[in-house]
């Protein structure tokens, strides 16, 4: 079996879980082939709570090696991205003592570029085996206590670690605290970077569940996990990227920059109510969807083959007579099909070649504001975007 129960708290050790979110079997949101292809499987997704610490968790862990040997998302090329990115590296270089930066989870190594053209020596560590990570000195591995040797062996002490949106994939956290106690030094930065919780749960975005998110983090529980490690919080930056995003700095309890107070630590604390009102509105928010689609005149597609594209189209059940296909720029979706439907990848420029489709759900809703300019042209053709939002679906 691929796959294993977990239903005791990662941070605390609580075995009293509230199962509080069930989206049922889905397949694997990024288990993006071709037709005749061999797909890895369908499994539960289920969301528990831990009412002692707040820490949320899917109640199964699919193999690693399943879910990032060979992967199909690539970090986002996006003008929103580079912003970003730009935004974080100055940020570093406000708060770091040195010029060395290693990523945890560094994917094809855009951001640690990035870092390049600003003088930053690199390196990154993700297990994908089939990214290419051109110009980028990667260890492909999964991070633990001897990559973290490896590390500073091909960099030396780095003056930022940093880890984007991978915490939520780590199924043992406390040997994440283990091999970063190895890697950092007395003043090493180390930056995370995760969904805030408090921005999900509010605006209803439970297309951040699926099986590669095995934690939902609350700042809350993160003060938990640290209990006893060699780290406290120092920073929290708030960021409206996917939806509402956090960059959390960390440093060693015996660094000369003390803590800094944030009200986000203050106000991140989940419940179990917040939880059930997100269930309800999440139900709501697809079943609002599938109306919607299914009562346009005209053909309808999809816009983003994402994570969050294969977590609706499984949740509303759509096929490809109800969504034709669904766009994308990446270099490797294109030709494949969306996990767990017969709906196939298109490449993005199909918005505007021969039958132009009338409506496109904008699945990559986080990036909302650059989509709407960049396809100008097929919306003075007349197309129409679907899109999710916290209060439901809009048309636009």
Request: charged residues 25%; negative net charge; hydrophobic residues 40%.
């Amino acid at each position: 079996m691929s796959y294993k129960p977990h239903s005791k708290c990662r941070i605390c050790g609580n075995t009293e879980l509230k199962p509080v979110f069930d989206l049922g079997v889905q397949a694997l949101a990024n288990d993006f082939v071709k037709d005749g292809e061999p797909r890895q499987g369908h499994y539960p997704l289920k969301v528990l709570f831990c009412e002692r610490c707040t820490l949320s968790q899917l109640s199964v862990v699919v193999d690693p090696n399943v879910l990032y040997l060979n992967y199909k998302y690539v970090t986002s090329t996006s003008q929103t991205m580079k912003e970003h990115f730009a935004r974080l590296l100055d940020e570093f270089a406000r708060e770091a003592c040195g010029d060395r930066i290693v990523e945890i989870g560094s994917n094809d190594g855009a951001f640690l570029r990035e870092a390049q053209t600003k003088g930053w020596k690199v390196l990154g560590i993700d297990p994908a085996c089939n990214l290419e990570t051109s110009g980028v000195e990667t260890i492909l591995s999964f991070f633990d206590c001897e990559t973290s040797k490896q590390a500073r062996t091909h960099i030396g002490q780095p003056a930022v670690i940093l880890a984007r949106h991978c915490v939520a994939h780590m199924d043992n956290l406390m040997e994440f605290c283990w091999a970063l106690e190895e890697l950092a030094g007395q003043e090493t930065l180390i930056a995370i970077e995760i969904p805030y919780m408090r921005d999900t749960l509010n605006r209803v975005e439970f297309d951040q569940i699926y099986h590669e998110h095995l934690n939902f983090i609350s700042l809350h529980s993160l003060e938990h996990l640290l209990k006893g490690t060699p780290f406290h919080i120092h920073r929290v930056i708030h960021y409206a990227l996917h939806g509402g995003s956090v960059l959390i700095m960390l440093r060693r309890n015996e660094s000369r920059r003390g803590p800094t107070v944030s009200e986000y630590v203050r106000e991140d604390k989940t419940t179990l109510e917040d939880w059930r009102s997100f269930s309800i509105k999440a139900r709501q928010k697809i079943a609002d969807m599938k109306v919607v689609v299914l009562a346009r005149q005209g053909t309808v597609c999809g816009f983003g083959a994402s994570a969050k594209a294969s977590v609706w189209i499984q949740a509303c059940g759509f096929v490809e007579s109800e969504l034709r296909y669904v766009t994308d720029n990446s270099p490797y979706k294109p030709g494949c099909l969306i996990p767990g439907s017969d709906i196939p990848v298109a490449p993005q420029s199909r918005l505007t070649e021969v039958g132009v489709p009338d409506y496109a759900v904008l699945f990559a809703w986080n990036f909302r504001d650059e989509v709407l300019t960049s396809q100008k042209l097929w919306r003075d053709l007349g197309g129409r975007f679907i899109i999710p939002t916290a209060a439901g679906v809009e048309i636009i």
